[in-house]
């Protein structure tokens, strides 16, 4: 009888994790876009990011696995990664240019997003793309 209530309660605190916390999950497919604004050129790198991971751990899992990508990022007091260059591409101050944030979502809607790499959650199959640009 004891057994059977510790038991219980055993499994009914394994329920209420796994329902706080999802299931133990797979990384999710995301497709990062490196897009120049200026040639109008873009590079397509497939890749992954973990379970409600950051786009940040994505870009350096990216790096680390394929060596045609590379970025660069500058922390800032306040606001955490700033990314500085993409593919030896930086902006400049006094050229007014930087890497712009923008992500499609599997539906197709494209958002300018409010937080920068280190804070961004990319959700399954959105595609991210870092846009050269001018401000
Ligand atoms: C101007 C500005 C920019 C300029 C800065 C360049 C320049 N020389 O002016 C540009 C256009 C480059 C920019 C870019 C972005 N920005 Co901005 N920016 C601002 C703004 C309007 C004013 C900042 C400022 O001049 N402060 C006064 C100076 C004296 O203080 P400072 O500490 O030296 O300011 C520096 C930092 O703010 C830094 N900075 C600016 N934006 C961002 C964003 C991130 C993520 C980081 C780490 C640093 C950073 O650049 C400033 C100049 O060096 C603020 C909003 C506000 N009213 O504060 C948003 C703000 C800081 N930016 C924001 C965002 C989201 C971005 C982008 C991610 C947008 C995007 N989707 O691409 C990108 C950064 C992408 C990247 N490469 O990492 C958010 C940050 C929120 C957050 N928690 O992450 C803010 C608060 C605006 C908002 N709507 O919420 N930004
Ligand atoms: C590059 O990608 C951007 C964003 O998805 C798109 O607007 C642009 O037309 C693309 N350019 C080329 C040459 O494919």
Redesign the pocket.
Known sequence: MTVTALLTTAQLLLVSVTLSHGDVSQDSPITL?V?NSFE???LTYPTTVAYRGILLGAMRRLQASDHSFTFKTREDDNYGPFLVSVNGLAGTEKDRTYWEL?V?SADGAMIWSDVGVGCYIPRDQE?I?L?FRKY
Do not use: A, E, S
Request: proline share 0%; no cysteine; charged share 20%.
């Open positions: 876009i897009f109008n050129t873009n923008l499609q595609r793309i846009k």
